[in-house]
């Protein structure tokens, strides 16, 4: 999986991708990240990216042409030879579709994602119209650009890759997977400040601690994410236990 990244702070996506989780990632060649400087693309001694807004207005807005030169660069270089195919661009904004695990599930099986980041207040709209496939939001905040949420996406994507994570499981039995919440997890000692572990994950069962795993995730998104329980599939003992739950017994 390819990442690259047009953004005026390249430093900031790469020293957040290459540490940790994605930092192995990247060195054992299961993601790359290419994060390009826009202001490499201006066409001044200044180095100017931004200008004032047509009409007035508080704050700044980058210009199109820098934009719309690195993302050629970036076709040229990385798509194919005559740089003709069209790269999906996702666009990091406040106005675009929330982030989901869904989404991410989708975007990661892409082989290339191009993330732009805009700083100031906004890009010029003639070159997102020109370059961006996606519009995506992180939620309803505002930001002072859009490298965190790149970070965000890039990150949730990165370990849906196969190899990035340990075992692949872990990938499949968390938070969101069938729109339950990951159950609690224990590890050493087998108490510790008077609290005991769970007898059940102790007893080896494999039968028992997979029923009282689904029930623990059940439980936690009744009480934490009600909202979340629409889509999943419950039983119908299950469904008893929420009810139970949402009137408080
Ligand atoms: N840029 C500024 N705020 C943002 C947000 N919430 N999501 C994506 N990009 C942004």
Request: with cysteine; hydrophobic share 35%; net charge negative.
């Amino acid at each position: 999986m390819n990442f690259h990244v047009m953004t005026l702070f390249p430093e900031m996506i790469e020293n957040a991708m290459n540490v940790s989780i994605t930092g192995r990632a990247i060195k054992a060649g299961h993601i790359r990240v290419n994060a390009v400087n826009i202001r490499d693309y201006a066409n001044n001694k200044h180095s100017r990216v931004d200008d004032y807004p047509y009409g007035g207005g508080a704050g700044m807005v980058m210009q199109a042409e820098p934009v719309y030169q690195c993302y050629l660069d970036i076709r040229e270089k990385h798509f194919s030879e005559d740089g003709q195919e069209k790269p999906r661009v996702i666009y990091l904004s406040p106005q675009g579709r929330v982030f989901s695990q869904e989404m991410a599930q989708e975007y990661a099986k892409e082989e290339d994602l191009v993330f732009l980041c805009g700083h100031y207040e906004g890009i010029d709209e003639r070159v997102l119209e020109e370059i961006v496939t996606d519009y995506v939001s992180i939620g309803d905040y505002v930001l002072t650009g859009g490298e965190l949420p790149a970070l965000v996406m890039m990150d949730t994507i990165s370990r849906l890759v196969p190899g990035v994570l340990n075992n692949d499981v872990s990938a499949q039995t968390e938070s969101f997977s069938d729109n339950l919440l990951e159950y609690p997890q224990y590890t050493r000692p087998e108490e510790w400040n008077g609290k005991k572990v769970p007898p059940v994950l102790l007893s080896g069962n494999h039968k028992l601690l997979a029923e009282w795993y689904r029930k623990q995730s059940v439980i936690r998104t009744a009480l934490y994410r009600p909202d979340l329980l629409e889509k999943a599939e419950l039983s119908e003992e299950e469904r008893k236990l929420v009810q139970s739950i949402e009137s408080g017994d």
